[in-house]
C-alpha cells in the first residue's frame, strides 16, 4: 500500500495556496491522475495501490466521481491565486489505470479538459497492464483525447515475470502495442532489470524483444528493493538474493548501447526516445520543476515551490472530498538548500544537463573533478552545462553528493 507519506505542516481544509504564494502564469501546468488499483501486488511495487480485499470502503465503480470532486476543487483553488493555466500534459498512473472502464478514463480526462483546458497538442498518456489493453480500449481512450500509452513490459522471460509477481505473458505485451498503433497511439514499454535469477542473458532477450516491437519509447529502470514490500522480506529472509549492482551496472550499458544501435537516443538517465517528439513531455516537467497538481489518493502537487499530498487511502480520500473537504493533508515549503539539492538530483538525469549558472561557487568548482573522473562531459561544462557521460550516469548519486557537499 505504499510508502508512509512524509512529514509536514497541516494542509488547510479547503485546500488554498498561501497568500504569498507567487504563482508564474507562464509556468507549463500539468495534472497527474493516480488510480490506485490493481489485481495483484507485484512483491516489488511500493507505490500507493490496493488490491480488491485491501479496498474497505471505497468502490472502483464510483472512483471516477471522487476524482472528479478534486478537479473542481483544484480549479477553484488554483483561480483564485492566479489565472487558470491550461494543461500542457495529462498523466493517468497507478496501480493500474486500465483496470477501470475506458469510458471512465474518458469521463476524468474530460473533467480536467472542462476546468483547465488543455494547451494544442496536449500530451495525454495513460499506463497500462498488458492484460487489459483489448483494440476495444485502445480505440475508446483515443477517441477520448489520450495519444500516448505506457505498457507495462518489464521482461520477455517467464521465470522473471513470475519473481517480480507479473501475471501477463509476452504475447499479451505485443496484442497491447498492437493495438496502441492501430489506434494512433504513441506506444512506450516499461522494463525492469535486476530481478532475481535474471542473467545478462535473459535482460539482453527482453531488449531484443522491446525493440522489435517497434515502440517509440523505453524506459528500463533497475530494480530497486523498498523495504516494506514482499521483495524486501524475501530477501531479508534469503529466499531470494538481493541485486548485484554489478551485473545491473552491465545490465544498463548493454541497454544503453542497443538501444543507441536501433535508434534511440537517451534523455534521461533511464529514459529513451526515437527523437525529442516522443520523449515523455510529463516526465520531463517533474525533472524541470514545472507545476503540476497530482488528483488522487496518496498523490503528490507542487506549485510555485509548495508541495503537498493528498490522504493515502482511497476511502478516507473521498470522505474528505464528500464532506467538501480539500484531501490534503500534508504541505512543505523547501527551502534554498532543499531546492538546489532537488534541482540537481533531477535535472542532472537529463540530456540537456544541469544549468552551472544556478549553481553556488563551491558547487561550480567541483564541476573540474568530475569531469577529470569522466562523469561529466567536458565540453558540455565549456558550455555552461553539466551533462553526465554513460560513466556519469551509472554513477549519478555520487555526482549530486560531490554537486552538493
Not at 530477501?235 to 548493454?254: H, K, T
Request: net charge negative; with cysteine.
Amino acid at each position: 500500500m505504499g510508502a508512509a507519506l512524509p512529514l509536514g505542516d497541516p494542509a488547510p481544509a479547503d485546500g488554498a495556496l498561501p497568500a504569498d504564494l507567487a504563482v508564474d502564469p507562464e509556468s507549463p501546468f500539468g495534472a497527474y491522475l493516480h488510480v490506485p488499483f490493481c489485481r495483484v501486488r507485484c512483491g516489488y511495487c511500493d507505490f500507493n495501490t490496493y488490491t480488491a480485499t485491501e479496498l474497505r470502503g471505497a468502490r472502483q465503480d464510483q472512483y471516477a466521481d471522487t476524482l472528479l470532486r478534486e478537479v473542481d476543487l483544484a480549479a477553484d483553488v488554483l483561480a483564485a491565486a492566479s489565472p487558470l493555466r491550461p494543461a500542457s500534459t495529462v498523466f493517468f498512473g497507478g496501480g493500474t489505470p486500465t483496470l477501470l472502464p475506458a469510458g471512465d478514463l474518458a469521463r476524468m480526462l474530460g473533467g480536467v479538459r472542462d476546468a483547465f483546458g488543455m494547451v494544442p497538442g496536449a500530451e495525454v498518456t495513460v499506463e497500462a497492464n498488458p492484460d487489459t489493453v483489448t483494440d476495444a480500449v485502445a480505440a475508446e481512450l483515443a477517441a477520448a483525447g489520450v495519444n500516448r500509452m505506457s505498457i507495462g513490459m518489464q521482461s520477455v522471460r517467464p521465470h522473471v515475470l513470475a519473481s517480480l509477481d507479473r501475471t501477463h505473458t509476452p504475447e499479451n505485451v505485443a496484442r497491447a502495442v498492437a493495438a496502441g498503433r492501430a489506434n494512433g497511439l504513441d506506444v512506450s514499454v516499461d522494463l525492469i532489470y535486476g530481478a532475481p535469477g535474471e542473467s545478462l542473458d535473459d535482460w539482453r532477450a527482453s531488449l531484443e524483444a522491446a525493440i522489435a516491437l517497434e515502440p517509440d519509447h523505453i524506459s528500463a529502470y533497475a530494480l530497486i528493493i523498498e523495504e516494506g514490500t514482499k521483495l524486501h522480506r524475501q530477501i531479508s529472509r534469503g529466499e531470494v538474493p538481493a541485486p548485484d549492482d554489478d551485473l545491473q551496472a552491465d545490465m544498463y550499458e548493454l541497454a544503453d548501447g542497443m538501444l543507441a544501435d536501433a535508434g534511440f537516443d537517451w534523455y534521461e538517465v533511464s529514459n529513451w526516445a526515437r527523437g525529442d517528439a516522443h520523449r515523455s513531455r510529463h516526465n520531463l516537467a517533474y525533472w524541470r520543476g514545472h507545476d503540476w497538481w497530482g488528483f488522487g489518493p496518496g498523490a503528490h502537487s507542487h506549485v510555485a515551490g509548495l508541495r503537498w499530498w493528498n490522504a493515502k487511502h482511497p476511502a478516507a480520500y473521498a470522505q474528505r472530498l464528500a464532506a467538501g473537504e480539500s484531501p490534503a493533508v500534508g504541505t512543505e515549503r523547501p527551502d534554498a538548500e532543499a531546492r538546489l539539492l532537488e534541482a540537481v538530483l533531477l535535472e542532472s538525469r537529463i540530456r540537456e544537463g544541469l544549468d552551472l549558472a544556478t549553481l553556488p561557487p563551491h558547487s561550480r568548482r567541483a564541476v573540474a573533478g568530475l569531469v577529470a573522473d569522466g562523469l561529466a562531459d567536458g565540453r558540455d561544462a565549456l558550455r555552461g552545462r553539466l551533462v553526465l557521460t554513460l560513466r556519469g550516469r551509472l554513477l549519478a548519486d555520487a555526482v549530486v553528493r560531490a554537486l552538493t557537499a
